[in-house]
């Protein structure tokens, strides 16, 4: 054999090896860059991802393409028994989100006809479109189906149907006017009695609530005719003579506050008010509220009905009715949150806060109340220092973490709050669960290099090192000065900020878990 063939060979070799790694890292990918759709029903979760908001932002008089395509999904998430994911990406990174396995198909009015590399696509039936891997082939099967049996059903702009077809599309359209009484849209929350009343009532038949303006207030009714929404609020005095419903509900007794649901005496000298629209009304507040339905949805209207009987005497009524019209300096005041069945919920991220904190046996309210202290819920934050989204987890500690995506808030909440538990757990168990949650929220913050010199200090001043209020607090007010901090290991840091970080979020859990609790307990009333 000459060397020549001995080269060859060699070469022959490297291309089959070669050959063999490429093979390899493409089933490696392929593996990885979708779930089947045998994988999505056992996980019983399907990930959704867009560009749009999740939750209504703005004014809006229609009900928005965006809104259709995802209570589509949810429909097709409810048929499959499954439940809706659903995050937020820039436009740009959509293709990205689903090639790379973040998600499992990209909803944001798509148009059609599009090409993107590696992707498939889903006709909506809205003239849009869905992507999702090209390999994702059985799940692409269930949705065009779903898609020729239920898209009609979301197409029409002024659907006139009663309960059973409000249920089957998954959104409450309520019609009413851009005014502070009723609601109004806080830094892009929305807010506000009638808006709280109207949700809770949505959520209670496992609804979408999608919020439409009208121009002005003859538009009320008019557009309710038209099957431009389902129901519509408003503020009293609204209209003349009003038919009386069918249903009297008497004076509510042993409550909280001095709340009636009760039939209005009809005005005199008014024409009559036109039987094609029935109503139910709300007084006993500073403005008395009425919500109207068109006559041929008495289903709807009854469902309505029940839902004020029993509300309008509960606990959760009267925390509601606290929290709009109660003391400007009460505790629920403060902050901005929703009451549900279950208690608060503070951001559209309380899911996966609960799931994370659960996973390091951390109360979801006190991780709530960090990520409330670091981004006010705002996951696309970044700040000058390089923190990055809900729980601004730094560069280096976000690759610690492995976190690829730290604007994306499951990932940011799941590093963050494993990120929060390996500093607790490093602590150590000769602590007591309170000054440890201290200790490692002192570390989150500033570092665990400065909590080391703190509780070495507390010592050497013979505080108790194991002791946060008055101990290593204060051991940290001293490394602000040059004669301590010029012996510490890590030298002098943000003594001042770290304090008010560590009190404030202890403070805010406080908050949070007694408006949680009182929540609950309004509700079991």
Not at 8 to 32: E, S
Not at 157 to 184: C, F, M, Y
Not at 506 to 517: C, P, S, Y
């Amino acid at each position: 054999m000459t060397r020549k063939d001995i080269w060859r060979i060699r070469l022959g070799l490297l291309i089959l090896l070669a050959a063999v790694i490429g093979v390899a890292v493409w089933l490696f990918v392929a593996r990885k860059n979708y779930r089947p759709w045998d994988d999505i029903q056992a996980s019983g979760m399907l990930r959704v991802v867009t560009a749009l908001p999740v939750e209504q932002l703005s004014l809006q008089q229609e009900l928005l393409t965006s809104q259709k395509e995802l209570a589509m999904l949810e429909r097709f998430a409810l048929d499959n028994h499954l439940e809706l994911m659903v995050s937020r990406v820039k436009r740009d990174r959509l293709e990205h989100a689903v090639r790379h396995n973040w998600a499992d198909l990209a909803v944001s009015e798509i148009e059609l006809g599009g090409k993107a590399p590696g992707l498939t696509e889903v006709a909506s039936g809205l003239g849009t479109a869905w992507l999702l891997p090209r390999s994702a082939i059985n799940l692409k099967k269930q949705l065009e189906d779903f898609s020729v049996r239920k898209a009609k059903l979301f197409r029409d702009d002024t659907p006139t149907g009663d309960l059973p077809l409000i249920v089957e599309k998954r959104i409450l359209r309520v019609l009413t006017q851009n005014a502070p009484s009723l609601h109004d849209n806080d830094q892009g929350k929305y807010r506000g009695f009638e808006y709280a009343l109207a949700l809770d009532f949505a959520e209670s038949l496992d609804l979408k609530l999608v919020v439409i303006t009208v121009p002005d207030r003859d538009s009320l009714t008019e557009w309710l005719r038209e099957g431009r929404g389902d129901l519509a609020v408003a503020a009293l005095p609204f209209i003349t003579e009003i038919e009386p419903p069918p249903v009297f509900i008497p004076k509510a007794r042993d409550i909280l506050f001095p709340i009636r649901f009760e039939l209005p005496q009809p005005p005199k000298n008014e024409e009559p008010w036109d039987d094609g629209i029935r109503y139910s009304l709300i007084t006993g507040t500073p403005k008395e509220y009425a919500w109207f339905f068109r006559a041929s949805n008495p289903e709807l209207k009854a469902a309505a009905d029940a839902y004020l009987a029993k509300h309008l005497k509960s606990g959760f009524y009267a925390g509601v009715f606290a929290r709009y019209f109660g003391s400007k300096a009460s505790l629920a005041s403060q902050y901005k949150y929703e009451i549900t069945r279950s208690g608060i919920r503070l951001s559209p991220f309380d899911h996966w806060i609960k799931t994370h904190a659960g996973k390091h046996d951390f109360d979801w309210l006190l991780i709530a109340a960090l990520i409330y202290q670091e981004s006010r819920f705002i996951p696309e934050v970044i700040a000058v220092d390089g923190g990055l989204g809900l729980m601004q987890l730094m560069p280096f500690t976000a690759k610690e973490m492995n976190c690829l995506r730290p604007l994306e808030p499951e990932q940011n909440i799941r590093a963050g709050t494993g990120y929060l538990a390996k500093l607790y757990d490093r602590i150590g168990h000769g602590v007591e669960p309170r000054e440890r949650l201290c200790f490692a929220l002192a570390a989150y913050n500033g570092g665990y290099g400065h909590l080391e010199d703190a509780r070495i200090l507390a010592k050497e001043q013979g505080l108790n090192p194991n002791r946060w209020k008055g101990n290593v607090e204060k051991a940290y007010d001293l490394l602000t000065q040059e004669k301590y901090y010029s012996k510490a290991r890590y030298g002098t840091c943000r003594s001042e900020i770290i304090i008010r970080y560590v009190n404030e979020i202890m403070t805010r859990h406080q908050d949070f878990a007694q408006l949680h609790r009182e929540a609950q307990r309004n509700n079991n009333r």
